[in-house]
């Protein structure tokens, strides 16, 4: 995690150099954030590795609930900064004064002492895929998680793009948009302080039930609802995706061994970063193949869909919550 965030350092304060030179260009750009991407995919699997080495059993909900709450409240207050930083002092300086956030989480991380834990003994990269890939597909529950999850996510592009697009043209523009985008990160910060509380007997019965509300920013916006309600239902959908994400992180970290945790999170990450961008590319062709409206009740459909597989499957309905 360390290594990760000295490559994002070194990434973004790239991009700032760049940019207070005038000498950036696009295939620069790209190539810097695919490497902040690579590093990003390392640092986020071991976050959830290293939680339950840092917190108490008893407070390991609560502590994946305020580092959820934390994220969401940065997607509100992020995009206002960022917006004030470039036009006070400018992107070049606005992104230096990323880069530096990466410092700062490095020198914490650094600082971190583990208590005392088995080290495993060495072995190759490949090694640690097979025997991570070992551990992820020998729980049913895990690998249909997995791949509902990260379907879904695939389906939310959709509305992301398209409800861009349908704001923009005569349904609020710019501020419905804007409020839209702020209701998602209200309903996760709403949906946090729940799961700082709430200890459901089958938790991922319980958080597969709350992920139900992602049928509904698609829902909407194919039925032209206003975009009040399209904002109080994306809402709803921040807070039930909150609650999933962090009842499912609390049990894997619960469930699966410790030595494969990371691992076996790795395999989750993967699937929703490689799903995500899929969808977002996907979403035009499919629109003006369609239309706008069908494309987006499909999205919605297999949202829906996903959440009923993984109802379906008695391993996730079953599983109880640890002691």
Same mark, same amino acid.
């Given at each position: 995690?360390?290594?990760?965030?000295? !490559?994002?350092?070194?990434?973004?304060?790239?991009?700032? #150099?760049?940019?207070?030179?005038?000498?950036?260009?696009?295939?620069? *750009?790209?190539?810097?954030? #695919?490497?902040?991407?690579?590093? &990003?995919?390392?640092? $986020?699997?071991?976050?959830?590795?290293?939680?339950?080495?840092? !917190?108490?059993?008893?407070?390991?909900?609560?502590? $994946?609930?305020?580092?959820?709450?934390?994220? @969401?409240?940065?997607?509100?207050?992020?995009?206002?900064?960022?917006?004030?930083? !470039?036009?006070?002092?400018?992107?070049?300086?606005?992104?230096?004064?990323?880069? @530096?956030?990466?410092?700062?989480?490095?020198?914490?991380?650094?600082?971190?002492?583990?208590?005392?834990?088995?080290?495993?003994?060495?072995?190759?990269?490949?090694?640690? *895929?097979?025997?991570? +890939?070992?551990?992820?597909?020998?729980?049913?529950?895990?690998?249909?998680? !997995?791949?509902?999850?990260?379907?879904? /996510?695939?389906?939310?592009?959709?509305?992301?793009?398209?409800?861009?697009?349908?704001?923009?043209?005569?349904?609020?523009?710019?501020?419905? +948009?804007?409020?839209?985008?702020?209701? /998602?990160?209200?309903?996760?910060?709403?949906?946090?302080?729940?799961?700082?509380?709430?200890?459901?007997?089958?938790?991922?019965?319980?958080?597969?039930?709350?992920?139900?509300?992602?049928?509904?920013?698609?829902?909407?916006?194919?039925?032209?609802?206003? +975009?009040?309600?399209?904002?109080?239902?994306?809402?709803?959908?921040?807070?039930?995706?909150?609650?999933? /994400?962090?009842?499912?992180?609390?049990?894997?970290?619960?469930?699966?061994?410790?030595?494969?945790?990371?691992?076996?999170?790795?395999?989750?990450?993967?699937?929703?970063?490689?799903?995500?961008?899929?969808?977002?590319?996907? &979403?035009?062709?499919?629109?003006?193949?369609?239309?706008?409206?069908?494309?987006? +009740?499909?999205?919605?459909?297999?949202?829906?869909?996903?959440?009923? *597989?993984?109802?379906?499957?008695?391993?996730?309905?079953?599983?109880? @919550?640890?002691?």
């Amino acid at each position: 995690m360390v290594v990760a965030d000295v !490559v994002r350092l070194a990434v973004q304060g790239t991009v700032a #150099a760049l940019l207070l030179t005038h000498t950036a260009q696009i295939w620069q *750009l790209v190539v810097l954030q #695919a490497i902040a991407g690579t590093a &990003t995919a390392f640092f $986020n699997p071991a976050a959830t590795g290293l939680t339950p080495m840092t !917190v108490s059993a008893p407070r390991l909900q609560e502590a $994946n609930a305020v580092r959820g709450m934390s994220q @969401a409240a940065m997607g509100i207050a992020g995009p206002a900064l960022a917006g004030l930083l !470039v036009v006070t002092v400018g992107p070049g300086y606005a992104l230096a004064i990323d880069a @530096a956030t990466f410092a700062v989480s490095a020198f914490y991380l650094a600082r971190l002492r583990l208590g005392a834990h088995v080290t495993l003994p060495p072995q190759s990269f490949a090694r640690d *895929l097979r025997d991570g +890939w070992r551990e992820f597909v020998k729980r049913t529950w895990v690998w249909v998680i !997995v791949l509902g999850a990260s379907i879904g /996510n695939m389906m939310s592009g959709v509305w992301y793009v398209l409800g861009a697009a349908f704001t923009k043209a005569s349904h609020g523009g710019a501020g419905a +948009w804007t409020v839209i985008l702020v209701a /998602n990160s209200v309903g996760a910060l709403v949906g946090g302080t729940l799961a700082l509380r709430l200890r459901p007997f089958h938790p991922l019965l319980s958080a597969v039930l709350f992920l139900g509300a992602v049928v509904l920013p698609g829902s909407l916006f194919a039925l032209k609802a206003p +975009w009040e309600l399209i904002a109080f239902g994306v809402l709803l959908t921040g807070l039930g995706s909150m609650l999933f /994400n962090t009842i499912w992180e609390t049990t894997l970290q619960q469930h699966v061994p410790p030595q494969a945790l990371s691992r076996v999170s790795a395999y989750d990450w993967f699937g929703s970063l490689l799903c995500q961008p899929i969808g977002l590319a996907l &979403t035009g062709p499919a629109a003006v193949a369609i239309g706008r409206s069908p494309t987006l +009740w499909v999205s919605a459909a297999v949202s829906g869909l996903m959440v009923v *597989l993984m109802l379906a499957t008695p391993s996730v309905r079953r599983l109880e @919550a640890a002691a």
